[in-house]
């Protein structure tokens, strides 16, 4: 059975029963849209919306189907769009929070047990926003799993590993490499059939390479078979919802890939060290280091001993970093607005008062 590789269990079958016998289907979301979703059902992949009675039903945006939701389906018929008329309850899911009120929170993804915690060993590795991603998980839900990726090419793998390990005490950390397939024997244990795993990392990390190493590793023990689906089309690439040859599933979505952390604070606190010591010696811990009384930073700027531009370049790159972040978290927002207002007012009679 088709539903059987994408997750369908004794317990969703259950879940189920009240809408047995009543010519509904049940299916899982694979990929969302814009204005529908692709959903698999026993008779294959078939594209479906909400229907009026979900609607009308469905007063919160996070209630609304997101990839990996288990759901009831009306099928009018073998060429009609179906609609989602209920979505069986879930047991986890990534959330991205809406300003305010929780009402509007959108589900990235659903029905998740495992997080996969993607990093590179290459230049990518950060133990700041691994720890980020620990937190997104343990909010979310789901045990998170390490995964440090291009072992193949890391100058130390040792290091990174012990060094995540202390920050990740009890979470277990694969070194993996996607290129030459190494300890993705271990990566299959975490990925049991019947189980539903999310990739989470950076763009480039090789998110997309380990879901191809994965299902080719499995390929050749198994086969070709279920790369195609009955049509004899291939259609793994495309879904956002990726059943692999054991029957368990791999969620890797846009969504959850604009969960990434673009960059983050420590990157800028590496290479702005001289501002960042400076800035532990401002009165104030919140300094803006703008137009507050005491701050370290301007004064070093007034001394001449920083130089502006390096302090401009600063605040652009601090800024910029804020921008990706509000973009995440829509919630801070206004309240960046008016702080960089504020900032851009004091810059500007810095400037003048310079002249
Ligand atoms: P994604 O954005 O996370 O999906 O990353 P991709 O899968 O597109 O990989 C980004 C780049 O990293 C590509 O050029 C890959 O060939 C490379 N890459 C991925 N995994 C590995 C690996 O294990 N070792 C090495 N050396 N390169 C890798
Ligand atoms: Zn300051």
């Known amino acids: 059975m088709i539903l059987e590789q994408f997750g369908w269990s004794t317990v969703w079958q259950n ?12 299916a899982r ?23 009026g009675h979900f609607r009308h039903n469905t007063l919160e945006r996070r209630s609304f189907p997101a990839v990996g939701d288990w759901v009831v389906l009306e099928v009018p018929d073998e060429v009609s769009k179906c609609s989602v008329r209920e979505v069986l309850p879930r047991f986890s899911s990534f959330v991205r929070k ?3 009120t929780s009402r509007d929170d959108q589900v990235l993804a659903a029905n ?33 799993v390490i995964l440090l990726n291009k072992a193949d090419i890391a100058e130390d793998l040792e290091g990174a590993f012990l060094e995540t390990e202390s920050i990740a005490y009890g979470v277990p950390i694969l070194a993996v490499s996607a290129t030459n397939s190494l300890g993705l024997e271990k990566l299959w244990e975490y990925l049991k059939p019947g189980t539903t795993g999310a990739l989470l990392g950076s763009s480039g990390v090789g998110k997309s390479s380990l879901v ?13 078979v279920r790369e195609h689906d ?33 960059g983050d604070e420590s990157t800028l606190l590496s290479s702005f060290s001289e501002i960042v010591e400076l800035a532990g010696m401002c009165r104030f811990n919140d300094c803006s280091h703008t137009v507050e009384v005491g701050c370290a930073v301007q004064a070093a700027i007034g001394s001449g001993t920083l130089d502006t531009e390096r302090y401009e ?13 509000v973009e995440q978290d829509i919630r801070l927002k206004l309240q960046e607005k008016r702080r960089w207002k504020a900032i851009h007012k004091s810059m500007k009679h810095h400037h003048k008062s310079k002249r």
Do not use: C, W
């Open 230 to 262: 009955s049509h004899g089309r291939h259609t793994t690439t495309h879904r956002q919802l990726i059943s692999l040859p054991n029957n368990s599933v791999l969620i890797d979505t846009p969504g959850m890939r604009e969960l990434q952390l673009l």
């Open 313 to 325: 370049s600063y605040l652009r790159q601090l800024k910029e970093l804020k921008h990706q972040k």
């Open 112 to 144: 998740i047990d495992t997080v996969f915690l993607v990093s590179g060993l290459d230049h990518d590795y950060n133990p700041r926003r691994i720890e980020r991603y620990l937190t997104l998980a343990y909010e979310s839900g789901v045990d998170p």
């Open 15 to 26: 879940a189920f029963l009240p809408f047995e016998g009543k010519g509904y289907l049940p």
């Open 98 to 100: 809406a300003a305010g």
């Open 212 to 224: 191809n190493a994965l299902l080719k590793s499995e390929e050749l023990k198994t086969g070709p």
């Open 29 to 51: 979301i694979v990929r969302e849209h814009r204005g529908g979703y692709a959903v698999i059902t026993e008779y294959g992949e078939r594209l479906a919306g909400v229907s």
